[in-house]
């Protein structure tokens, strides 16, 4: 029971407690005045009712404003149920600034003290974050060091941005505030159009790595022309495209662009110069499909004030694609056009520009190089392993002899034979800019057995193929996974330990073989950096290894055949990029009473953070199939890393170079 503090002098005196406890401390008084030492009557009964006090608060449970620390009981002056006095609390970040990718972090350590000083071991820490970044914990109880640790990255929030972490013990606390950048935005077009013409401008949203960032708004405006776009949302590229018209004659114009608002709104600006000249394509078309392998008239008609240009005035045309003839691309205007011919060996999109090499006046054109003799098909499907009335996409690839994509080729799709009774969406498809025709296979209600679905792509009488597939209700499913820890068997290799984990639908472990495969999908261009440039505008040293990716580069290697084919060699160096780096510890594993097996990737040191990988599992039991895929980019031991003044692995120039393109090796 607990008594009124207004009525504490009444109630001691009716307490048994502490009518002992005076009785007590009577007798004692009593002892010291016969033994000749003296004690103040004043300090003794202040040091009772101290006491008494003391004794009172105890039954009751403490006051009000009592809380416990993170591993222990609080007192309100930060102690623990054990004594342990949490004097301070630090919060240290491995960086202040981190990209705005999601591959990005930042390493977050809370040290925990008491007021002497001394490290305090086994106190809970509770870190929290705002401005929606994400905090993973680590370690959320304090070691032998006195530290906790979490790791901040964006998760998916790829705005810039400034983020508050805090790491709390009982009533002591400390915060830290990390930069989030990177994303940027960028303009791609011609600086000066002709009146009336209608330029095409490209708006690039990408991350700190150059990653796209999709499905965001964008906001356009201009000052003296009009712009005309079926979508201001970033695609699946990252990008958004303006046409823009020349509506009035004459002038400078300004395009601005932004993305997000508040302190996360980026911003870009291009200056266009609108010429009084009329300047434009006159062949081809736009959007048209040019045959490869033969030459084709690229002309722009050029009038000032409605009158053809003086003749021999000269105009330069450049494509992305194929050749231009005269070599320099350079032809003078005769009755104002000026003409040039293109061809080109390969197919795909291109984009042709023609210019003023003195004021910059230009325009582009967007078409289409297309290979029209079909010489090889290849048919796969999405999934080959297929539940009872589950879909998936059957893609037909049609590449002529030169193993260009054959666009616009009709491709006949028959089932030959299917045990489950399933059926096709269509009996034929044209084929696109990528070569590929697709149609949907739709599994029937019945086991089909083992590759018992045969579905045959035909192009003509001696050109077809064949791909199975599998319906079964017994479908495998299996997963990959790794841990966070990387190996280091030697100073040239690290190893990446992962599991295989096979399961049948009703998530029972199956024993399988597991063939396994790594193969690179992309490379990344960039640095390790030292130094950066803190907010007032000064170089700070950094105490661990920066990493900056400039660029990221699809493999060139597109349909992995190991060979350099026409077309792949995107920074023309003579090679395919990037090199196989990683191999599998086993080609094949094979999983054991619970269903998992264990493996690693192998790959030199000097290649992480350069290659990015897609790991694939395949595993077949009892004609059942199934493939599980996994994408990471190879990863640097921290310990490689985080001593500046030893080199990181393979130096600090990226594998494949520092230049933000995909087209040098540089």
Request: charged share 20%; glycine share 10%; with cysteine.
């Given at each position: 029971?607990?008594?009124?503090?207004?009525?504490?002098?009444?109630?001691?005196?009716?307490?048994?407690?502490?009518?002992?406890?005076?009785?007590?401390?009577?007798?004692?008084?009593?002892?010291?005045?016969?033994?000749?030492?003296?004690?103040?009557?004043?300090?003794?009964?202040?040091?009772?009712?101290?006491?008494?006090?003391?004794?009172?608060?105890?039954?009751?449970?403490?006051?009000?404003?009592?809380?416990?620390?993170?591993?222990?009981?609080?007192?309100?002056?930060g102690d623990d149920s054990n004594g342990t006095r949490v004097g301070t609390v630090q919060l240290l970040t491995s960086s202040t600034q981190i990209g705005s990718s999601e591959s990005s972090s930042s390493t977050l350590t809370a040290q925990v003290k008491d007021n002497n000083g001394?490290?305090?071991?086994?106190?809970?820490?509770?870190?929290?974050?705002?401005?929606?970044?994400?905090?993973?914990?680590?370690?959320?109880?304090?070691?032998?060091?006195?530290?906790?640790?979490?790791?901040?990255?964006?998760?998916?929030?790829?705005?810039?941005?400034?983020?508050?972490?805090?790491?709390?013990?009982?009533?002591?606390?400390?915060?830290?505030?990390?930069?989030?950048?990177?994303?940027?935005?960028?303009?791609?077009?011609?600086?000066?159009?002709?009146?009336?013409?209608?330029?095409?401008?490209?708006?690039?949203?990408?991350?700190?790595?150059?990653?796209?960032?999709?499905?965001?708004?964008?906001?356009?405006?201009?000052?003296i022309t009009s712009t005309e776009s079926a979508s201001l949302t970033t695609s699946q590229s990252g990008e958004v495209e303006l046409s823009l018209t020349a509506a009035q004659s004459g002038g400078q114009d300004t395009m601005s662009v932004s993305a997000f608002s508040g302190e996360s709104r980026i911003a870009a600006t291009k200056p266009i110069t609108i010429s009084s000249d009329g300047f434009a394509f006159t062949a081809p078309s736009a959007d048209s499909d040019l045959?490869?392998?033969?030459?084709?008239?690229?002309?722009?008609?050029?009038?000032?004030?409605?009158?053809?240009?003086?003749?021999?005035?000269?105009?330069?045309?450049?494509?992305?694609?194929?050749?231009?003839?005269?070599?320099?691309?350079?032809?003078?205007?005769?009755?104002?056009?000026?003409?040039?011919?293109?061809?080109?060996?390969?197919?795909?999109?291109?984009?042709?520009?023609?210019?003023?090499?003195?004021?910059?006046?230009?325009?582009?054109?967007?078409?289409?190089?297309?290979?029209?003799?079909?010489?090889?098909?290849?048919?796969?499907?999405?999934?080959?392993?297929?539940?009872?009335?589950?879909?998936?996409?059957?893609?037909?690839?049609?590449?002529?002899?030169?193993?260009?994509?054959?666009?616009?080729?009709?491709?006949?799709?028959?089932?030959?034979?299917?045990?489950?009774?399933?059926?096709?969406?269509?009996?034929?498809?044209?084929?696109?800019?990528?070569?590929?025709?697709?149609?949907?296979?739709?599994?029937?209600?019945?086991?089909?057995?083992?590759?018992?679905?045969?579905?045959?792509?035909?192009?003509?009488?001696?050109?077809?193929?064949?791909?199975?597939?599998?319906?079964?209700?017994?479908?495998?499913?299996?997963?990959?996974?790794?841990?966070?820890?990387?190996?280091?068997?030697?100073?040239?290799?690290?190893?990446?330990?992962?599991?295989?984990?096979?399961?049948?639908?009703?998530?029972?472990?199956?024993?399988?073989?597991?063939?396994?495969?790594?193969?690179?999908?992309?490379?990344?261009?960039?640095?390790?950096?030292?130094?950066?440039?803190?907010?007032?505008?000064?170089?700070?040293?950094?105490?661990?290894?920066?990493?900056?990716?400039?660029?990221?580069?699809?493999?060139?290697?597109?349909?992995?055949?190991?060979?350099?084919?026409?077309?792949?060699?995107?920074?023309?160096?003579?090679?395919?990029?990037?090199?196989?780096?990683?191999?599998?510890?086993?080609?094949?594993?094979?999983?054991?009473?619970?269903?998992?097996?264990?493996?690693?990737?192998?790959?030199?040191?000097?290649?992480?953070?350069?290659?990015?990988?897609?790991?694939?599992?395949?595993?077949?039991?009892?004609?059942?199939?199934?493939?599980?895929?996994?994408?990471?980019?190879?990863?640097?031991?921290?310990?490689?890393?985080?001593?500046?003044?030893?080199?990181?692995?393979?130096?600090?120039?990226?594998?494949?170079?520092?230049?933000?393109?995909?087209?040098?090796?540089?």
């Amino acid at each position: 029971m607990c008594y009124d503090f207004s009525k504490l002098s009444g109630t001691l005196a009716k307490l048994p407690q502490f009518a002992v406890l005076v009785q007590g401390m009577r007798e004692m008084y009593s002892r010291n005045s016969e033994s000749g030492e003296t004690m103040m009557s004043g300090k003794f009964l202040a040091r009772a009712s101290a006491f008494s006090l003391t004794l009172f608060l105890a039954a009751c449970g403490g006051g009000d404003g009592s809380s416990s620390l993170a591993g222990g009981g609080d007192d309100g002056n930060g102690d623990d149920s054990n004594g342990t006095r949490v004097g301070t609390v630090q919060l240290l970040t491995s960086s202040t600034q981190i990209g705005s990718s999601e591959s990005s972090s930042s390493t977050l350590t809370a040290q925990v003290k008491d007021n002497n000083g001394v490290l305090l071991e086994d106190i809970d820490v509770q870190f929290s974050v705002n401005n929606n970044g994400t905090l993973q914990v680590e370690r959320g109880t304090t070691d032998a060091s006195g530290t906790a640790v979490a790791t901040l990255s964006p998760a998916g929030d790829r705005r810039n941005r400034t983020v508050t972490v805090d790491a709390r013990s009982g009533n002591k606390q400390d915060s830290v505030d990390v930069a989030i950048t990177g994303t940027s935005l960028a303009i791609e077009g011609p600086s000066s159009i002709g009146f009336g013409d209608t330029a095409t401008y490209r708006v690039l949203l990408n991350d700190s790595e150059g990653n796209p960032i999709p499905g965001v708004a964008i906001q356009v405006s201009t000052n003296i022309t009009s712009t005309e776009s079926a979508s201001l949302t970033t695609s699946q590229s990252g990008e958004v495209e303006l046409s823009l018209t020349a509506a009035q004659s004459g002038g400078q114009d300004t395009m601005s662009v932004s993305a997000f608002s508040g302190e996360s709104r980026i911003a870009a600006t291009k200056p266009i110069t609108i010429s009084s000249d009329g300047f434009a394509f006159t062949a081809p078309s736009a959007d048209s499909d040019l045959d490869i392998n033969r030459p084709h008239t690229l002309a722009v008609r050029w009038l000032r004030n409605n009158t053809p240009i003086a003749d021999g005035s000269q105009v330069k045309f450049s494509s992305t694609r194929g050749t231009i003839s005269p070599s320099n691309g350079i032809a003078p205007t005769s009755n104002g056009v000026a003409s040039v011919t293109v061809s080109s060996t390969t197919a795909g999109p291109a984009i042709v520009t023609a210019k003023d090499p003195n004021s910059g006046l230009a325009t582009e054109l967007e078409f289409e190089f297309v290979a029209k003799t079909p010489s090889a098909l290849d048919v796969q499907a999405n999934k080959t392993q297929l539940d009872f009335n589950e879909t998936t996409e059957i893609i037909a690839t049609v590449r002529d002899a030169n193993n260009n994509l054959v666009k616009g080729q009709t491709v006949n799709f028959v089932v030959t034979s299917d045990g489950s009774n399933g059926s096709l969406s269509d009996s034929e498809a044209d084929t696109d800019s990528q070569g590929k025709a697709r149609v949907v296979y739709t599994g029937g209600n019945a086991d089909s057995g083992r590759n018992g679905v045969v579905i045959r792509a035909k192009v003509s009488d001696s050109l077809s193929s064949e791909v199975n597939l599998t319906v079964t209700r017994q479908a495998l499913r299996i997963a990959l996974g790794t841990g966070n820890e990387l190996l280091e068997p030697d100073t040239v290799r690290y190893e990446n330990p992962f599991i295989a984990i096979v399961t049948d639908s009703n998530g029972s472990p199956v024993g399988a073989d597991v063939e396994l495969s790594v193969l690179p999908i992309a490379y990344h261009k960039g640095r390790y950096f030292s130094t950066i440039i803190t907010d007032s505008g000064e170089e700070e040293e950094l105490d661990r290894w920066g990493l900056e990716h400039t660029r990221r580069c699809a493999a060139e290697d597109a349909n992995r055949n190991g060979v350099l084919d026409a077309g792949e060699d995107t920074n023309q160096n003579g090679t395919l990029e990037p090199t196989y780096s990683a191999t599998t510890s086993s080609p094949s594993v094979t999983t054991s009473a619970d269903g998992s097996a264990n493996f690693s990737i192998i790959y030199p040191q000097s290649h992480c953070n350069w290659v990015e990988v897609e790991l694939t599992a395949t595993v077949k039991v009892g004609g059942t199939e199934s493939i599980e895929k996994n994408r990471f980019i190879l990863g640097c031991a921290e310990s490689d890393l985080d001593d500046i003044n030893e080199t990181p692995p393979g130096g600090t120039t990226g594998l494949y170079g520092a230049v933000g393109s995909c087209s040098t090796d540089l």
